[in-house]
């Protein structure tokens, strides 16, 4: 059964030569005009948005209410498309900002000026249950029965986890072939969606799902999905809860479909209009090396927002060459291991609306990264390293300061793909070679190797003692 739709939201074209507007109840994934992308917009004069962000902290007394509970509701004034009585949570958004000092040394930024926001504590394991939340409420208002999407993995893992604990819908996921870590394999299927693997990779599986859900009138989640962009801007809201309001000077955050990026310029532009901060941060988004079509776009093609009057043949061409090279992604950060991200024309709105600059980094630099994140006491999954990488490489390059106060984001939980971990600090070559070999890593620089000893009191005192 549908519920009442919020009177304060529609959607819009963010196309400046269309801006074609459409009901909240309307399910659409770009303009039926000029087939650019959605926004959700408001009207903030009949919204009543907080005076302050400040205003947020007394909803702390209320979180024995499920919607204050939520990191992703708790700021519901700032993404009301639906009432609060009819959000559906599971107690999403439970992260943190956690100051990492010994990561700072290895990005190069003083003491005290590295944060790691932890994405890996969500109740699935990686940020996007911000998204999903937020476009499983939306499903449920109009009524659908299944949601679908195309994964890498953390995508289907959070659909899956929202269909079987509200059982609203019934959870169709598409996965290319050898293309998803079984930590976010089993997810999917132990909590019972139907999973369908197609021959092809992740960009394949977005091309299917699309048109299966408009064949079959199927509610799509993936980050097309305009209302999955609302729960992801939250992020930023708690990063700024965190600093005490303060807005950081960098947000670094790896760039795969490019919604993370997306919606955080989107929730600053807000708030910037609004007038709750006076500056936007500057914002990074990093690519792997085997998957840079926003590096190779931004950076060396210069495409750019340009008022939303967007070059797009140079994005066509650079498309077809792929085409006819027949080239894929390939990066053992699978979660960021796309080519055609579905939300680049978004992500080009932020990087003009944060100043921002795009930036490739190696298999090799990802994982290493990954491993100092680690060392640091927060594990995290491969693609979180492309951000702190990044972070590194634009330290070593000048373009951040090393007194800049920097926030990197880590999208997803250690286990959500272990054998990367395993392979990296291991003695079996074997086992390195085929897990990380094949993409390109020659090292392990940070290794943490187990130590064999015999099954003897003495020998085993002796490891302890030369090795501690």
């Not at 009177?7 to 309307?26: F, K, L, R």
């Not at 399910?27 to 907080?50: E, F, K, S, T």
């Not at 609306?353 to 490739?360: I, P, S």
């Not at 990367?420 to 090292?443: E, I, N, S």
Request: net charge neutral; proline share 4%.
């Amino acid at each position: 059964m549908s519920v009442p739709l919020s009177d304060v939201a529609y959607q819009q074209c963010i196309s400046p030569d269309c801006g074609e507007q459409y009901g909240v109840a309307d399910v659409r994934i770009n303009c039926g005009q000029c087939g650019g992308l959605l926004d959700v917009r408001y009207d903030w004069g009949r919204a009543r948005p907080p005076e302050k962000l400040g205003d947020f902290q007394k909803l702390w007394s209320e979180r024995h209410e499920p919607a204050r509970f939520s990191g992703v509701w708790r700021f519901h004034d700032l993404l009301p498309f639906a009432p609060l009585e009819q959000v559906v949570t599971v107690g999403e958004g439970q992260t943190i900002l956690q100051q990492a000092d010994a990561v700072a040394s290895y990005v190069g930024v003083r003491s005290g000026g590295l944060f790691l926001q932890y994405e890996g504590m969500n109740p699935s394991g990686s940020f996007k249950d911000n998204g999903m939340t937020a476009a499983f409420t939306h499903a449920r208002m109009i009524g659908a029965k299944r949601a679908a999407c195309a994964s890498t993995g953390n995508t289907s893992a959070s659909l899956a986890m929202y269909c079987a604990v509200t059982r609203h819908m019934k959870a169709v996921i598409f996965i290319g072939s050898g293309k998803i870590s079984y930590g976010k394999l089993s997810q999917a299927l132990d909590y019972g969606a139907l999973t369908v693997q197609i021959a092809g990779d992740f960009d394949d599986a977005m091309v299917r799902v699309r048109e299966v859900a408009r064949d079959l009138g199927i509610y799509l989640v993936n980050s097309v999905n305009p209302f999955r962009l609302e729960g992801q801007k939250t992020i930023m809201l708690r990063v700024l809860e965190a600093l005490r309001w303060e807005v950081p000077d960098w947000i670094v955050v790896p760039g795969g479909n490019l919604g993370n990026s997306s919606a955080f310029g989107k929730a600053f532009a807000e708030l910037l209009e609004l007038g709750l901060i006076d500056r936007a941060p500057r914002l990074a988004v990093i690519n792997a090396t085997g998957a840079n079509t926003l590096y190779e776009l931004y950076e060396n093609r210069s495409l750019r927002w340009n008022g939303g009057r967007i070059d797009q043949q140079v994005s066509d061409a650079y498309l077809a060459e792929l085409d006819a090279a027949q080239r894929k992604a390939s990066t053992l950060a699978s979660a960021i291991e796309i080519n055609r991200p579905v939300n680049l024309t978004k992500c080009l709105r932020a990087l003009d609306t944060c100043d921002g600059v795009v930036r490739e980094v190696t298999d090799q630099e990802i994982i290493d990264a990954k491993a100092q994140v680690g060392a640091g006491g927060i594990g995290c999954e491969p693609a979180s390293g492309a951000s702190v990488a990044g972070a590194r490489k634009l330290v070593q390059e000048g373009v951040i300061d090393p007194d800049a106060r920097v926030v990197c984001i880590l999208t997803g939980h250690q286990l959500k793909d272990p054998d990367a971990t395993v392979a990296y600090h291991t003695t079996d070559q074997d086992r390195f070679d085929r897990v990380l070999g094949t993409r390109g890593v020659k090292r392990a620089s940070f290794a943490n190797r187990a130590v064999a000893v015999p099954n003897d009191l003495p020998e085993i005192i002796k490891a302890i003692q030369l090795y501690s």
